[in-house]
């Protein structure tokens, strides 16, 4: 299983960014695909779930502001962030389970300025 995320930058409050999750080695419709983010000195925390039935979950702390979407097509999914930050400013990185185990992507960083 290889999840691979992109999409990460610099960016000043309020601006948006669009991340993306690239997988293999799964059956990718049918998995639950997760976004989490870890900031420096901190937990990794979830900021976003979509299930292999298109629906979806967000912490209230994101809610409103951050959109995930797959494409099954594609293999990929999304992770579109507006309104953005400082406190935003994390890794994130995508998240799969298969068969117990979970499996990372390499994470991507997102930075936003003040």
């Known amino acids: 299983v290889q999840l691979q995320a992109c999409g990460g930058g610099l960016v000043q409050a309020g601006g948006s960014l669009r991340l993306s999750c690239a997988a293999s080695?799964?059956?990718?419709?049918?998995?639950?695909i997760n976004w989490y983010r870890q900031a420096p000195g901190k937990q990794r925390e979830l900021v976003a779930t979509?299930?292999?039935?298109?629906?979806?979950n967000y912490p209230d702390s994101v809610a409103g502001r951050i959109a995930i979407s797959r494409d099954n097509a594609r293999r990929r999914v999304y992770l579109q962030m507006n309104s953005l930050k400082p406190e935003d400013t994390a890794v994130y990185f995508c998240?799969?389970?298969?068969?117990?185990?979970?499996?990372w992507g390499q994470g991507t960083q997102v930075t936003v300025s003040s």
């Open positions: 080695g799964i059956n990718f419709s049918r998995h639950t």
């Open positions: 998240n799969t389970r298969r068969q117990g185990y979970e499996f």
């Open positions: 979509v299930n292999s039935d298109g629906t979806t």
